[in-house]
């Protein structure tokens, strides 16, 4: 404990004091007026015309046809109610009536059929996640506009999950002038939501104005400015100073730092589950990994309990199951730590040899060193000597598709609410993590079976092989989870409602607190 204590604080010590004054003067905007909220996130949250969603669903500017609740479970937007026929081969949708984009053009069936058009077009990618129709509505035969607010989607197979498909980025609704014939924005995007975007710096700032037009509820703030400060103590500086009001998206604040800003009366610290799982892929494509005891003595050997308390202050769930506990699939399994297990398993592998294993990180993740260290630590005990290797993404991701690594630091957030897209992608020759991680991982009964859940209908036997295609992963751990994240926000007490949600907060409920109070 010892050790790991002090990798602990060696990290804080060195993020402390590794402030960019660059980025301290960049981005600099008037936020003197009392109405207008200024947040920040590690990365840009409006990437514009060349990304699929043109900004994060964080913002909201656009809205789906189907969200999820707080269980995740699919629920209404857009749409309205809805009906499926034929064992899931017809999808029949209700829409809202009396919603208008924010450029004043109405929403009905002729909006959504020129959105599908758009998705037609070919994959559209993305900062946050891809976009196309076979990757939402796979065996989609046809789309077709039934009244001014009926849409039909016909396809060639069941598709009982088409709604957890859906939620969230897998129908996003913008309007259709927004788009050029390749199916890209041509200037700013224009959706159905509670905020419009009024001018996009790219990789400074966006700036959003409250949409008194919205169908809904109308936000009670009437302008956010979202900047992108990347340097985490330069976000924490800016929130300190009173620069910004507060921190959301992916990695807002480190845990070591939101109990530093605890400490302080002015400003609260609030989070709740995050849709973002964290986890080793190991190449199974080469020794040692390519046996299925040297996995299982990687993901033995790690304290995932103590990990977390160490590195993460609680701030994270630790787990076995690379599918996320946001997922309405989730099974959940005890930890397993048992590094004389793992002993014994490596030794299988490597007799009384040592192995040296290359253990790749995303260098611009401050907390990625401290853990790998603490992994690697436990790792030389099993026979591992690790190399670790601070990459830049581009790199990374390169060298993942080449299969030329041994370990790789990876995480994957949910689009949507299909347990079937997640473990398709980790776990199926043909899937997207797969692919790029260059895993090399095979199982004919869990290949089988996730054939099967594409067709079974009954929900009560679709769990059950979710769950048993989940205990195949956590026994031959082609990939070892470690633990999923939390979405943890920072922010001055001035404001009030500041909520983490699984994914992001919702911008339309914060209020200033001393308006009311």
């Not at 043109?54 to 479970?73: A, F, H, M, Q």
């Not at 509505?137 to 197979?157: A, G, H, M, N, W």
């Not at 973002?276 to 190449?283: D, F, P, S, V």
Request: proline share 4%.
């Amino acid at each position: 404990m010892k050790k790991i204590l002090g990798l602990f604080l060696l990290l804080v010590a060195l993020l402390s004091f590794g402030c960019s004054k660059q980025e301290e003067t960049q981005n600099k905007i008037d936020v003197k007026n009392r109405n207008t909220v200024t947040l920040a996130a590690y990365r840009h949250l409006a990437p514009g015309n060349k990304d699929a969603y043109y900004c994060s669903k964080i913002l909201g500017v656009w809205e789906p046809l189907i969200t999820r609740d707080e269980n995740g479970l699919p629920a209404p937007c857009l749409a309205e109610k809805w009906e499926m026929q034929d064992e899931g081969r017809i999808w029949i949708f209700q829409l809202r009536k009396n919603v208008y984009f924010q450029n004043g053009t109405k929403f009905n069936a002729d909006s959504v059929i020129a959105n599908f058009d758009r998705m037609k077009k070919g994959l559209k990618r993305s900062n946050f996640y891809s976009l196309s129709l076979p990757l939402y509505y796979p065996s989609l035969s046809r789309y077709e506009k039934l009244d001014d607010y009926t849409v039909r989607l016909i396809f060639k197979e069941p598709n009982i999950n088409e709604l957890y498909k859906m939620t969230d980025f897998g129908s996003p609704m913008f309007a259709p002038e927004c788009f050029d014939d390749n199916g890209n924005f041509k200037e700013i995007a224009i959706g159905t939501g509670p905020y419009k975007i009024t001018e996009n710096a790219l990789n400074k700032y966006v700036v959003l104005e409250r949409n008194d037009n919205y169908w809904g509820e109308k936000g009670k703030i009437k302008n956010f400015i979202v900047r992108n400060i990347p340097n985490t103590d330069t976000r924490y500086a800016a929130l300190k100073s009173g620069e910004i009001d507060g921190v959301l998206d992916l990695n807002a604040i480190p845990p070591f730092l939101a109990d530093e800003i605890k400490k302080d009366a002015r400003f609260a610290v609030e989070s709740n589950k995050s849709t973002m799982i964290r986890y080793l892929a190991l190449n199974n494509s080469r020794f040692p990994f390519n046996d299925i005891r040297m996995r299982q003595a990687v993901s033995l050997a790690i304290d995932r309990k103590n990990l977390v308390d160490a590195l993460y202050l609680g701030y994270a769930e630790p787990t076995m199951n690379v599918l996320n506990y946001t997922s309405p699939g989730h099974k959940e399994f005890p930890l397993a730590y048992d590094l004389e297990k793992a002993k014994r398993l490596a030794h299988e592998v490597l007799g009384d040899k040592r192995c040296d294993i290359t253990y790749c990180i995303n260098g611009a993740e401050p907390l990625q060193k401290g853990e790998a260290e603490l992994i690697a630590y436990w790792l030389q005990k099993i026979g591992l000597d690790v190399h670790i290797q601070s990459l830049e993404y581009a790199t990374r991701a390169k060298m993942l598709r080449k299969g030329d690594y041994d370990i790789a630091r990876l995480q994957k957030g949910l689009a949507n609410g299909d347990p079937y897209e997640v473990l398709n992608s980790f776990l199926m020759p043909t899937g997207s993590i797969y692919m790029s991680s260059h895993t090399g991982y095979q199982n004919e009964e869990l290949q089988r079976l996730m054939q099967q859940v594409k067709h079974t209908v009954d929900e009560k036997k679709r769990q059950q092989i979710f769950d048993r295609v989940q205990e195949i992963a956590v026994e031959e751990e082609p990939l070892v989870a470690l633990f999923n994240d939390m979405n943890i926000v920072a922010y001055n007490k001035r404001l009030k409602n500041y909520k983490p949600l699984i994914y992001g907060v919702d911008l339309s409920k914060v209020e200033l607190a001393e308006e009311n109070d």
